[in-house]
Structures are given as structure tokens and as C-alpha cells.
Nanobody, 121 residues
Framework: QVQLVESGGGLAQPGGSLRLPCAAS????????MAWYLQAPGKQREVVAT???????NYADSVKARFTISMDNAKNTVFLQMNSLTPEDTAVYYC???????????????WGQGTQVTVSS
């Protein structure tokens, strides 16, 4: 199994910044991709940014040029640097990983519990 633990959420002012780390642990053989999703109240979960273990990144149009995803492969940790935050960024942010483990030696999807981000003055 893979456990994903997010942190770094909280309250930020409009125009401010937050950094969300997410660490993957467990009997991991390989992490293929990591990603951040958000779910705003009453809405479906949607992808924010993704990164492969080779460093290829993709972003939702709404966060391009404001958010940066990065990954520390050695520590199986992904980061989401969020700048120029707006109230529309308020949501629960979920970490996602595609990884193989000793018990499931093929790519499977895992989710964290989520961390609340609130942008308000």
C-alpha cells in the first residue's frame, strides 16, 4: 500500500502564497506520476497539476503561471507552490500518485486525505 500525507494547507490572503508538500510512503517499488487535484464545495474533483518521475509537468489553464509542481524523486515527495492566490482557489487539495508496490507490482492510483486551502481577506 501507499500512504500519501499532505500538509501545508491553511488560510491565505488574496495575492498570497502557500506551498503544499505531499509525501508518499509504504512498500513502494516505483512512483510513476504524482499530481494535485482540488475539489471546491459542491463541485467535482478536478486536476490542478501533474508531474512524471521524468519531470514532465502539466497544468490546468486556471493555474498556469501561478502554480508550480515539483517532485523529489528520492523522497517520493511532490510539492505544489501556489502564488498569486485568489478566492477561487479555495478548495480541498488532494495529492494523487501512480505507483507500484511489492503487493501490487503494477501501476495503481492512490489518494491522500486532502488539505483545506482557504483564500480570503
Amino acid at each position: 500500500q501507499v500512504q500519501l500525507v499532505e500538509s501545508g494547507g491553511g488560510l491565505a490572503q488574496p495575492g498570497g502564497s502557500l506551498r503544499l508538500p505531499c509525501a508518499a510512503s509504504g512498500t513502494i517499488l516505483r512512483v510513476y506520476t504524482m499530481a494535485w487535484y482540488l475539489q471546491a464545495p459542491g463541485k467535482q474533483r478536478e486536476v490542478v497539476a501533474t508531474i512524471t518521475n521524468g519531470g514532465t509537468t502539466n497544468y490546468a489553464d486556471s493555474v498556469k503561471a501561478r502554480f508550480t509542481i515539483s517532485m523529489d524523486n528520492a523522497k517520493n515527495t511532490v510539492f505544489l507552490q501556489m502564488n498569486s492566490l485568489t478566492p477561487e482557489d479555495t478548495a480541498v487539495y488532494y495529492c494523487n500518485a501512480g505507483a507500484s508496490t511489492s503487493a501490487r507490482p503494477y501501476a495503481s492510483t492512490y489518494w491522500g486525505q486532502g488539505t483545506q486551502v482557504t483564500v480570503s481577506s
